[in-house]
C-alpha cells in the first residue's frame, strides 16, 4: 500500500491510514500475556475496538488506490495490469515470508534445519491485502466504480447464504462447521492454516476474502468522492449519513447474519465501512473545518510508510520472540523486568506502544530522509 503521490494531498487521509498502522502495531504486540478486552478481538461473533483495525486497513488502500489509479488512465492496459500483479505479488510474498521466517529451526537433534514450507501458512493478513487490492484494482478499472461497488454488494448478499448452505446443517457459522473452513481445508490442508485458534482455522481464508473486497473497493468509493467534494460541509454531512446509514443496515443485518471479523460476514464489511466513514469525517472536521492540524504530524509520519512499518513491527515481534535471554526471549524479559511492574493489563500496554514509538521513530528517520518505501 502506498500513500497517494498525485499533487492533490488529503491530509485527513494521510491521518486515517496513519492512526490505523499504529493501532494495528499495538494491537498486534501486546507487551505481556495479556491485554485490556478493547484490544482483543471478538471471541467469536459480535465486535471490539480490534476487529476494525484490519478492515480500516483495506479501507486505507482502497483510499490509496483512488490517487494512484487517476493516473493510469493514460497508460496502456499492459502497462496497468504490470502495475496491479507486480504489487499483488510482492505483497503476498512478503506476508508469505514473514510467516516462514526466521527459515530455520532445530530438529530432535538439535541441528539447524530449513523450517519445513509443508507447514507453513499460506494466507493471512498481507496475503489477503494483496488479494483484495488486486481484485479490487481490477474490477475498478475495467467495470468503474460504480460497477464494482454493485458487484462487491452483490458478493456481500450471495456471502449469506453461501455459509449457510455449504456450513454444518446443524451449526453453519461455528468455529468447526463454516463453510470458510471447509474449503480451506479442501484446498490447503490443516498444516497450511492458521492454528492460533487452537485448531486449525484460517481467519483469513479463502472465501472469506471475497466480501472483504467490498472493504478496499468502498475506500476507493470514499477517496473518490472526497477529493471533489471532502472538504466542504456537503461532502461531510453526505459522508457522515453514509457512514450512520450503514450502521443501522449493519445492526440489522447483525440480527441473522452475525457481525463476525473471523469468518469476515456481510454485516461486518457494512458495519466496518460505515464505523470508518464516521471516523473519517470526525478527522476531516478537525484537519479541515476546525484547522488543527498540529497533531497529525505523528500519523502522517506512519501513513507515508505503512507497509514498510508494518513490516518491520511484525519482523521485531518475531525477533524479540526468537532471541534468547537466559531461559526466556528477549520480550518476555522485557516485560518481566520492565513493564510487569506497571501491572499486567496497563504493563502490557505499555509494552505495545513502546514497540509502536520505535516502529515510529524508524518512520520519523525515514521521513527526515526521505526514504519512502513503494510497492
Given at each position: 500500500?502506498?500513500?497517494?503521490?498525485?499533487?492533490?494531498?488529503?491530509?485527513?487521509?494521510?491521518?486515517?491510514?496513519?492512526?490505523?498502522?499504529?493501532?494495528?502495531?499495538?494491537?498486534?504486540?501486546?507487551?505481556?500475556?495479556?491485554?485490556?478486552?478493547?484490544?482483543?478481538?471478538?471471541?467469536?461473533?459480535?465486535?471490539?475496538?480490534?476487529?476494525?483495525?484490519?478492515?480500516?486497513?483495506?479501507?486505507?488502500?482502497?483510499?490509496?488506490?483512488?490517487?494512484?489509479?487517476?493516473?493510469?488512465?493514460?497508460l496502456p492496459q499492459s502497462q496497468v495490469?504490470?502495475?496491479?500483479?507486480?504489487?499483488?505479488?510482492?505483497?503476498?510474498?512478503?506476508?508469505?515470508?514473514?510467516?516462514?521466517?526466521?527459515?530455520?529451526?532445530?530438529?530432535?537433534?538439535?541441528?539447524?534445519?530449513?523450517?519445513?514450507?509443508?507447514?507453513?501458512?499460506?494466507?493471512?493478513?498481507?496475503?489477503?491485502?494483496?488479494?483484495?487490492?488486486?481484485?479490487?484494482?481490477?474490477?475498478?478499472?475495467?467495470?468503474?466504480?460504480?460497477?464494482?461497488?454493485?458487484?462487491?454488494?452483490?458478493?456481500?448478499?450471495?456471502?449469506?447464504?453461501?455459509?449457510?448452505?455449504?456450513?454444518?446443517?446443524?451449526?453453519?457459522?461455528?468455529?468447526?462447521?463454516?463453510?470458510?473452513?471447509?474449503?480451506?481445508?479442501?484446498?490447503?490442508?490443516?498444516?497450511?492454516?492458521?492454528?492460533?485458534?487452537?485448531?486449525?482455522?484460517?481467519?483469513?481464508?479463502?472465501?472469506?476474502?471475497?466480501?472483504?473486497?467490498?472493504?478496499?473497493?468502498?475506500?476507493?468509493?470514499?477517496?473518490?468522492?472526497?477529493?471533489?467534494?471532502?472538504?466542504?460541509?456537503?461532502?461531510?454531512?453526505?459522508?457522515?449519513?453514509?457512514?450512520?446509514?450503514?450502521?443501522?443496515?449493519?445492526?440489522?443485518?447483525?440480527?441473522?447474519?452475525?457481525?463476525?471479523?473471523?469468518?469476515?460476514?456481510?454485516?461486518?464489511?457494512?458495519?466496518?465501512?460505515?464505523?470508518?466513514?464516521?471516523?473519517?469525517s470526525a478527522i476531516i472536521y478537525v484537519?479541515?473545518?476546525?484547522?488543527?492540524?498540529?497533531?497529525?504530524?505523528?500519523?502522517?509520519?506512519?501513513?507515508?510508510?505503512?507497509?514498510?512499518?508494518?513490516?518491520?513491527?511484525?519482523?521485531?515481534?518475531?525477533?524479540?520472540?526468537?532471541?534468547?535471554?537466559?531461559?526466556?526471549?528477549?520480550?518476555?524479559?522485557?516485560?518481566?523486568?520492565?513493564?510487569?511492574?506497571?501491572?499486567?493489563?496497563?504493563?502490557?500496554?505499555?509494552?505495545?506502544?513502546?514497540?509502536?514509538?520505535?516502529?515510529?521513530?524508524?518512520?520519523?528517520?525515514?521521513?527526515?530522509?526521505?526514504?519512502?518505501?513503494?510497492?
Amino acid at each position: 500500500m502506498s500513500s497517494p503521490s498525485t499533487g492533490q494531498r488529503f491530509l485527513a487521509l494521510d491521518v486515517f491510514r496513519g492512526m490505523t498502522i499504529c493501532f494495528m502495531i499495538i494491537v498486534n504486540t501486546p507487551g505481556g500475556p495479556v491485554s485490556y478486552a478493547p484490544l482483543e478481538h471478538a471471541r467469536w461473533h459480535g465486535f471490539t475496538p480490534t476487529d476494525l483495525v484490519f478492515p480500516s486497513f483495506l479501507f486505507a488502500v482502497g483510499n490509496a488506490m483512488s490517487f494512484v489509479m487517476a493516473k493510469w488512465a493514460s497508460l496502456p492496459q499492459s502497462q496497468v495490469l504490470a502495475k496491479i500483479f507486480k504489487r499483488t505479488i510482492i505483497i503476498f510474498l512478503c506476508g508469505y515470508l514473514l510467516y516462514w521466517f526466521p527459515f530455520f529451526d532445530y530438529d530432535s537433534n538439535h541441528h539447524l534445519v530449513l523450517s519445513p514450507i509443508s507447514h507453513t501458512r499460506i494466507l493471512g493478513v498481507l496475503q489477503r491485502i494483496a488479494l483484495c487490492y488486486m481484485i479490487g484494482a481490477l474490477l475498478i478499472y475495467y467495470f468503474k466504480p460504480k460497477a464494482a461497488l454493485i458487484i462487491c454488494m452483490a458478493i456481500l448478499v450471495l456471502y449469506w447464504p453461501v455459509m449457510i448452505l455449504f456450513g454444518n446443517p446443524v451449526d453453519p457459522l461455528s468455529l468447526t462447521g463454516n463453510a470458510g473452513l471447509r474449503l480451506d481445508k479442501w484446498l490447503m490442508g490443516d498444516n497450511h492454516l492458521y492454528h492460533g485458534e487452537g485448531l486449525a482455522f484460517d481467519p483469513e481464508g479463502w472465501l472469506s476474502t471475497l466480501p472483504a473486497i467490498g472493504n478496499v473497493v468502498a475506500g476507493y468509493v470514499v477517496g473518490k468522492f472526497l477529493q471533489a467534494k471532502g472538504k466542504t460541509f456537503e461532502g461531510l454531512s453526505k459522508l457522515l449519513l453514509a457512514g450512520f446509514g450503514l450502521l443501522v443496515i449493519a445492526y440489522f443485518w447483525d440480527l441473522g447474519f452475525p457481525i463476525n471479523k473471523k469468518l469476515w460476514t456481510s454485516s461486518f464489511v457494512v458495519y466496518t465501512v460505515g464505523l470508518d466513514c464516521v471516523i473519517l469525517s470526525a478527522i476531516i472536521y478537525v484537519v479541515d473545518f476546525l484547522g488543527k492540524t498540529k497533531w497529525t504530524g505523528f500519523f502522517t509520519i506512519v501513513g507515508k510508510n505503512p507497509l514498510f512499518i508494518y513490516l518491520l513491527s511484525e519482523l521485531g515481534a518475531v525477533v524479540m520472540d526468537i532471541i534468547p535471554v537466559g531461559d526466556t526471549s528477549l520480550h518476555d524479559w522485557v516485560y518481566q523486568h520492565i513493564f510487569v511492574h506497571a501491572g499486567a493489563y496497563f504493563g502490557s500496554l505499555l509494552g505495545a506502544v513502546t514497540f509502536m514509538l520505535f516502529c515510529w521513530l524508524i518512520g520519523y528517520f525515514m521521513d527526515k530522509r526521505k526514504i519512502y518505501v513503494r510497492v
